[in-house]
């Protein structure tokens, strides 16, 4: 059984910072990519931000200078410190990973269930 909770979205005016989190547990052999994705209403679900194993990002370009992703691999946790909000910056964020519960398993893909984001004007 695998687990994404995700945490640390809340109400925040424009200008303000947040940092997000998602925690992976249960049976995780590795953690190949995390990704952050975002969802407003009405709207498509969009990439945000993603880390690989080693490191390397990747930002949507409406987020690039304001938004930094992290991992801790020990703690199988990802971050997104989210400074200088706008109001179009609100949305569900939702945390997908890809990883291996064993060895000689394939990669699969997790979604956590959302933490909502709202920056007021």
């Known amino acids: 059984q695998v687990q994404l909770v995700e945490s640390g979205g809340g109400l925040v005016q424009a200008g303000g910072s947040l940092r997000l989190s998602c925690a992976a547990s249960?049976?995780?052999?590795?953690?190949?990519?995390m990704y952050w994705y975002r969802q407003a209403p009405g709207k498509q679900r969009e990439l945000v931000a993603a880390v690989t194993s080693g490191g390397g990002t990747t930002y949507a370009d409406s987020v690039k200078d304001r938004f930094t992703i992290s991992r801790d691999n020990a703690k199988n946790t990802m971050y997104l410190q989210m400074d200088a909000l706008k109001p179009e910056d609100t949305a569900v964020y939702y945390c997908?990973?890809?990883?291996?519960?064993?060895?000689?398993?394939?990669?699969?893909?997790?979604w956590g269930q959302g933490t909502q984001v709202t920056v007021s004007s």
């Open positions: 249960g049976n995780i052999f590795s953690i190949n990519v």
């Open positions: 997908n990973v890809v990883l291996r519960v064993a060895t000689l398993t394939r990669p699969s893909n997790y």
